[in-house]
């Protein structure tokens, strides 16, 4: 199995960022998938979350600004990302298990996940 995100970089406050995970090993089809984010000092949180029917979930601290979606033709997970909060500065990282439950769950529910992509905020 295989996550690779792809797409950070570093943007100033209000600006957009589009991140990708790029899946391969196992289904991706099948199975919810979810971004997390770390940032320096703080837990790893779930941001948001699609199921493979596009049910979604997002964190509070997101909704209105980040959208999640999927290209299962493509085996690959999107996050846009628009009016960027420094607040919003983390890496990023997909993840995903063999379950189709559309929810943030703790991190450690999760034993698939890419290396991350680093989004800076200033």
């Known amino acids: 199995v295989q996550l690779v995100e792809s797409g950070g970089g570093s943007v100033q406050a209000g600006e957009s960022l589009r991140l990708s995970c790029a899946a391969s090993?196992?289904?991706?089809?099948?199975?919810?998938v979810v971004w997390f984010r770390q940032a320096p000092g703080k837990e790893r949180e779930g941001v948001a979350a699609i199921d493979n029917d596009g049910d979604i979930n997002y964190a509070d601290s997101v909704k209105g600004r980040f959208t999640i979606s999927r290209d299962n033709a493509k085996n690959t997970l999107y996050l846009q990302m628009n009016n960027l909060e420094p607040g919003d500065a983390a890496t990023y990282s997909c993840a995903s298990r063999t379950s189709n439950l559309c929810a943030l769950l703790p991190a450690n529910r999760f034993p698939m996940w890419g290396q991350g992509t680093q989004v800076t905020v200033s």
């Open positions: 090993g196992y289904t991706f089809s099948s199975y919810a």
